[in-house]
């Protein structure tokens, strides 16, 4: 997996960051505080990837979700005042109860000390990205992102997300490396399909929230995980440590 590898690049929302169940919660109020219509038995996360991935092409993909949740829920605000309160909700979890995934420091923390380059490949935001770096203590505490990463890249880095590869291909072509000399982790299919479309070997770290595309995950992944404890362990047995 990391034979003839430079540069691990990582996601980071649902793959290094438990968050993917935050965001569940976040969108919810949200729809119960802005909407006009009851909230409907739906899979928020799920519906919400998929207004992600149809939108990824426009030039604020998060706006226009925003305009999708302001016409399903009639509500009376603008998509620019539904993206502003999303904002305001989330950010006591972004600051206090986000956290890492159980040891995906310490895999940081072993690939750092080994001479791997880290990158983060995200279509987070770049306030999102700013609490992470400034104000989560638990983030800051375990593995700072501003001293284990070379490079962060967020949404804002790039004209259109994942699925599409532009973000991988700024990367490799900012660290002089080749896509062979790389190695992405991530956990959704988009995700998955951002890899592949750049060409790059991809480690698929195990969500439940990506059950429903498990298949196609699994189909397009090179390796898969369960945690970062089995990572991390795998690792050490490639690295003869």
Avoid at 108 to 119: N, T
Avoid at 164 to 192: F, Q, R, S, T, W
Wanted: net charge negative; proline share 2%.
């Amino acid at each position: 997996m990391l034979k003839n590898k430079k540069v691990v690049i990582f996601d980071l929302d649902g793959t290094l960051i438990d968050s993917i169940g935050i965001w569940n919660a976040i969108d919810e109020e949200l729809i119960k505080e802005v909407g006009t219509v009851k909230l409907d038995d739906i899979d928020i996360g799920k519906q919400r990837d998929m207004k992600l991935k149809e939108y990824s092409k426009c030039e604020d993909a998060y706006l226009e979700y925003c305009r999708f949740l302001k016409e399903k829920y009639q509500s009376v605000m603008s998509k620019e005042e539904i993206k502003k309160k999303r904002y305001e909700i989330a950010d006591s979890y972004l600051c206090e109860v986000i956290d890492y995934e159980p040891d995906a420091e310490k895999v940081l923390h072993y690939l750092k000390e080994r001479g791997f380059i880290l990158a983060i490949a995200s279509t987070t935001n770049d306030h999102t990205i700013e609490c992470y770096k400034k104000k989560n203590q638990n983030i800051i505490q375990k593995a700072n992102l501003t001293d284990i990463f070379s490079i962060i890249y967020s949404k804002g880095a790039v004209k259109e997300l994942k699925p599409n590869p532009e973000v991988h291909y700024k990367i490799v072509k900012e660290l002089n490396v080749k896509p062979e000399e790389c190695l992405i982790v991530e956990d959704a299919l988009i995700g998955v399909e951002a890899a592949r479309n750049a060409n790059i070997e991809v480690a698929v770290m195990y969500d439940k929230y990506s059950d429903c595309h498990r298949k196609e995950i699994n189909e397009l992944a090179q390796y898969q995980f369960d945690n970062f404890k089995e990572m991390l362990e795998y690792i050490k047995n490639e690295l003869g440590d």
